[in-house]
T-cell receptor, first 116, second 111 residues
Framework: DAGVIQSPRHEVTEMGQEVTLRCKPI?????LFWYRQTMMRGLELLIY??????IDDSGMPEDRFSAKMPNASFSTLKIQPSEPRDSAVYFC????WGGGSSYEQYFGPGTRLTVT | TQLLEQSPQFLSIQEGENLTVYCNSS?????LQWYRQEPGEGPVLLVT?????EVKKLKRLTFQFGDARKDSSLHITAAQPGDTGLYLC???????????FGTGTRLKVLA
């Protein structure tokens, strides 16, 4: 398997523009997570899905952020309108929970977003 | 609120030295994980510890879970430049499938 795929790898946009980040999870995984990483706040969970259904979006910072998972092989994170403080690296991760007490998350390479 | 604090925040050492990094919390975790993140990449899982007092070894890396399951440590023996990266601990929030990540230790091993 190719692992978790994210696109684009880098995105530079102007304040006020719409940004869409894309993620293809590992086939067969039933959980998908979106994280944001900054030097100040570290790695923060934004939202996660189970079997394509959003379970917890309490980490989504504002209504400007939205995420969808229309099928098991694709998810998007959209920011509209974007602001400079959204600049960060956004990671998508997927996992398969086999019923144990823990599970491994497989992270994509991330999208580095810069909003000017 | 469950939090994971890591120390030190930054560490720069010479090749061949030993080091220990720590992950601490005031809360009990059912398990803790350690990830390593290299520049430009996502975190990669190194190990999961689930039993209080458990020790796991991965080549030159030794991981320990505290007896009370509130803390963990990562010891690296004879560090190499390839060990350079951001080390993150992570634990599941009680009653959820969410993991919280620690503040991270950024390690640089100089040749």
């Amino acid at each position: 398997d190719a692992g978790v795929i994210q696109s684009p790898r880098h995105e530079v946009t102007e304040m006020g523009q719409e940004v869409t980040l894309r993620c293809k999870p590992i086939s067969g995984h039933d959980y998908l997570f979106w994280y944001r990483q900054t030097m100040m706040r570290g790695l923060e969970l934004l939202i996660y899905f189970n079997n394509n259904v959003p379970i917890d979006d309490s980490g989504m910072p504002e209504d400007r952020f939205s995420a969808k998972m229309p099928n098991a092989s694709f998810s998007t994170l959209k920011i509209q309108p974007s602001e400079p403080r959204d600049s960060a690296v956004y990671f998508c991760a997927s996992s398969y929970w086999g019923g144990g007490s823990s599970y491994e998350q497989y992270f994509g390479p991330g999208t580095r977003l810069t909003v000017t | 609120t469950q939090l994971l604090e890591q120390s030190p925040q930054f560490l720069s050492i010479q090749e061949g030295e030993n080091l220990t990094v720590y992950c601490n919390s005031s809360s009990v975790f059912s398990s803790l994980q350690w990830y390593r993140q290299e520049p430009g990449e996502g975190p990669v899982l190194l190990v999961t510890v689930v039993t209080g007092g458990e020790v796991k070894k991965l080549k030159r890396l030794t991981f320990q879970f505290g007896d009370a399951r509130k803390d963990s440590s990562l010891h690296i023996t004879a560090a190499q430049p390839g060990d350079t990266g951001l080390y993150l601990c992570a634990g599941p929030l009680s009653g959820t499938y969410k993991y919280i990540f620690g503040t991270g230790t950024r390690l640089k091993v100089l040749a």
